[in-house]
């Protein structure tokens, strides 16, 4: 039976225990099903222990003592490689492509891609977010066919530039590109990008819209009128000379990738400004022009929220990180929530109701607007649903007002030396931060 045991850094005992396999001259290569691995990664000591392939006389453990700095066991214990199939080539290049209801365009990009991509070893990672049109099985019934074609379904989780993420670190391929799979882009661009990226001439090569003049044809003229301007503040924080650095296509070093990938956020449409925003070394960026096509089926998901979230990714790296998307979002719709309370006030006491009555209801009014909003916007990756909506309501309430007790705490024992607006200020930035804090952990957390 072959048994794959998981300890810790699991990953990098795997890669240990294929290193030293590939010191031995002549590796002697059993069938994977006789293989039996057990790895144990005492992850500070470097100590690694691997069991011998079962078809070589049962398996024993062989601790590699290896703690002042090598991986290699006892001569007798070093393990098998696996090798591949004889035609098989590692994929130098993987195009990653986000997918939400995309069924219909999914099999004519792939058959593109096996065209485009002839004489490259190519993969390609679909990332679907569960799609509710079950793009995933038209997927899954492709890489039945083809070995190129890979999927990722995630579940409970949203977002374009999370998926794409996912994707290019699924990957472990030397370029991988990100693509639409609605087919708006062209797929005939992927081979000038890999060429230049080939020559070592660029880190990320960009498919402009916008490099030949105006080439948005498939976009309406509002979008139009907001791509321009969301390109221009995208500019002043990378001062960076651009043309479309709003794009969604492009291809780059993964190692580049790798680097940056801690620091990017999940939420959002643009993955490739966070990547040279956020990059620690400035990246070589080349472009290439393209025409944005029509879209054929289904429709954008691009929609207010997205909008939200890109100013929110614009102040987050004109901040250096220190404010967060989200945490801008929260703010936000806190903001919001003083002027329905304040809307909801007046508005009963022009009816005459009495004051504590007023309040208690517009407070009531202003939480629950709060609550919605953020369910819609800051959290919309890990939106509650269905009944898990109402109890969600009730742990923000009861949250909230702890944070209202936390604020009023403070800003009492501030107000005995400072003035009270400082006072007021403390207690609301406390509220405000535990509010915060609180219901990311406890109301939206991952699950
Ligand atoms: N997995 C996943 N999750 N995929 C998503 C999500 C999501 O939450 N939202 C959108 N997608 C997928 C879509 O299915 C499509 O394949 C691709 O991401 C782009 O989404 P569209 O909704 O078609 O975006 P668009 O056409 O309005 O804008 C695109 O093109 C612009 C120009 O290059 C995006 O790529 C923009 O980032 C880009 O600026
Ligand atoms: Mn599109």
Redesign the pocket.
């Known amino acids: 039976m072959p048994r794959l045991v998981h300890g810790r850094g699991a990953r990098r005992a795997l890669a240990c225990y294929l290193s030293a396999g590939g010191l031995r001259k002549k590796p002697r290569v059993p069938p994977l099903s006789d293989v039996q691995i057990l790895i144990e990664d005492d992850h500070y000591g470097g100590r690694v222990a691997v069991a011998k392939a079962a078809g070589g006389g049962g398996a024993g453990l062989v601790d590699g003592g290896a703690r002042a700095g090598g991986a290699a066991g006892a001569p007798e214990a070093r393990p098998q490689t696996v090798t591949p199939p004889a035609a098989w080539r590692a994929p130098e290049l993987t195009v990653v ?6 069924r219909e365009s999914v099999p004519v990009l792939a058959a593109r891609l096996d065209e485009v991509l002839k004489g490259v070893a190519w993969e390609a990672i679909f ?3 569960d799609s509710a049109d079950a793009t995933i099985d038209v997927i899954r019934g492709l890489s039945e066919a083809s070995p190129h074609i890979r999927g990722i379904r ?1 579940v409970h989780r ?3 530039a999370g ?1 794409s993420l996912e994707g290019m670190l699924a990957s472990s391929a030397q370029f991988v590109a990100v693509m ?3 087919l ?2 062209d797929e005939q661009c992927l081979t000038d990008m890999l060429r230049i990226l080939r020559a070592g001439k660029a880190d990320v090569v960009v ?1 402009s ?1 916008y490099l030949d003049g105006p080439g948005d044809s498939g976009l309406s003229r509002t979008r139009h009128f907001g ?1 321009r301007l969301a390109t221009r503040l995208a500019k002043s924080i990378l001062h960076s000379e651009l043309s479309d650095p ?4 492009f291809m780059i070093r993964r190692e580049a990738v790798e680097k940056v990938a801690p620091a990017l956020s999940h939420q959002g ?2 993955i490739l400004l966070d990547i040279l925003a956020s990059s620690p070394t400035p990246l070589r960026v080349s472009e290439v022009p393209y025409e ?1 096509r029509e ?1 054929l089926h289904g429709e ?3 929609d207010a929220a997205v909008v939200v979230e890109y100013l929110g990714l614009i102040v987050a790296k004109l901040s250096r990180d220190l404010i967060s998307i989200r945490f801008l979002m929260f703010g936000t719709v806190g903001a919001s929530g003083i002027v329905v309370n304040l809307a909801v006030l007046a508005l009963l006491l022009d009816r005459n109701i009495a004051f504590s009555a007023a309040q208690t209801a517009a407070m009531l009014t202003a939480m629950t607007s709060n609550y919605t909003l953020n369910n819609l916007l800051t959290y919309r990756d890990r939106r509650r649903r269905g009944w898990r909506f109402f109890t969600g309501l009730v742990m923000f309430a009861v949250l909230c007002s702890v944070g209202v007790v936390a604020g009023v705490g403070v800003s009492t024992f501030i107000y005995v030396g400072e003035p009270w607006w400082i006072a007021g200020l403390a207690g609301a930035a406390v509220g405000t931060l535990w509010n915060y804090i609180t219901n990311t952990m406890i109301t939206w957390r991952i699950h």
């Not at 709003?246 to 296509?249: D, I, Q, V």
């Open positions: 492509i986000p997918t939400l209801n995309e990332v679907d977010d995630r949203r977002g374009l998926a639409d799979g609605d708006q882009h498919g819209r791509s709003m794009s969604g296509f449409f643009k944005f879209r954008s998901k691009l």
